[in-house]
């Protein structure tokens, strides 16, 4: 039988775009006790290589909704491959696919991404990102 009197909360982010994870995307993390009462950041992370924030912040007692925004515009933006060409790494790859439009990076369709859900007390809940520049999917994991 559990005692956890909070709830508790991890994401990880795969860009859909490239088939692999968002490295360094900054993920601020809220919480409030109910619907009418005001948002609280409790902090902030960047993904790692493999996409995943593992140092979230631990939730208050009370909380009974979280919000997870994800600042997505500098990743589409930042992603390079070392190379110096001046083109992104998400760009060179949109150029090898024969659908994808050559520009794909123009610009951050969905420069952040804010995702609010309710959360039961004692529970875990793993919410992972699937993002690409024009569309996101968001789906409660385990």
């Not at 969905?110 to 529970?123: C, D, H, L, R, S």
Request: with cysteine; net charge negative; charged share 20%.
């Amino acid at each position: 039988m559990s005692t956890q009197t909070t709830a508790s909360v991890s994401t990880h982010i795969l860009d859909t775009s490239v088939g692999r994870p968002a490295e360094s995307v900054v993920v601020s993390l809220s919480a409030r006790g109910g619907g009418r009462e005001p948002w609280v950041v409790l902090g902030r992370s960047a993904t790692d290589a493999d996409g995943r924030c593992k140092d979230l912040p631990a939730l208050p007692e009370g909380t009974t909704h979280v919000r997870l925004d994800f600042e997505t515009e500098a990743y589409f933006h930042g992603r390079t491959d070392g190379r110096t060409d001046g083109r992104t790494h998400s760009q060179k790859q949109a150029e090898a696919q024969q659908d994808a439009p050559a520009l794909r990076d123009s610009g951050a369709f969905f420069p952040e991404v804010a995702i609010t859900f309710a959360v039961t007390p004692g529970e875990h809940f793993h919410v992972p990102l699937l993002l690409n520049p024009f569309g996101y999917s968001v789906y409660r994991g385990s």
